[in-house]
């Protein structure tokens, strides 16, 4: 019911960003791209959300089909006497599904790494593009040149930072996936 609930939160917010996006394009030219870049920035967290969402759905759905599992093997009696006494385990289906579970994961993963790498790409364009434009009303303006001294400083620490996260986020990728397998 929570999750049901999660998701119907989490769909309302995607169809508010939609019309964010459009109320986004209607702003005054110099507000424009600010707003465009605010709603991407939303977009790209929802997303991030219906990623962990999804995530733990997956998680919580093993956890019930192997508890199912454990109180049938459970449940089952044995008689000592029986001559068709055998538990119905095959060590190569327990494998597959093992490696299947494994490939599903790296999908997961994969899929999430390019929509975040994607992401990225379109945060490059668009500070890039910001940047330019940035530059270009400085010049006008007749800034000093200390102002611009301390963007550009501000420029270089910020790649920094996402390099530094961009480590860790690769970081806790590689711990999930060596939880996981």
């Known amino acids: 019911v929570v999750e049901n609930e999660i998701q119907a939160r989490i769909d309302n917010i995607f169809s508010n960003l939609e019309r964010l996006e459009i109320l986004s394009s209607k702003e005054p030219p110099n507000k424009r791209q600010n707003a465009k870049l ?22 919580r759905y093993l956890r019930e089909q192997q508890e199912r599992q454990r109180e049938e093997l459970l449940a089952r009696t044995f008689t000592t006497n029986d001559s068709d006494t055998t538990i119905p385990i095959d060590e190569t289906l327990q494998f597959n599904e093992s490696l299947q579970s494994a490939h599903r994961g790296m999908d997961e993963l994969i899929g999430s790494g390019t929509n975040i790498l994607q992401g990225l790409r379109d945060q490059r364009v668009t500070l890039k593009g910001t940047h330019k434009k940035i530059l270009d009303v400085a010049n006008m303006l007749g800034l000093s040149n200390t102002v611009m001294r301390l963007i550009e400083k501000r420029a270089f620490q910020d790649k920094f930072l996402m390099l530094g996260g961009m480590a860790v986020t690769c970081l806790i990728m590689f711990l999930i996936v060596q939880y996981l397998t």
């Open 38 to 59: 605010r709603v991407d920035q939303l977009k790209y967290d929802v997303q991030h959300l219906q990623t962990a969402l999804r995530n733990f759905q997956h998680r």
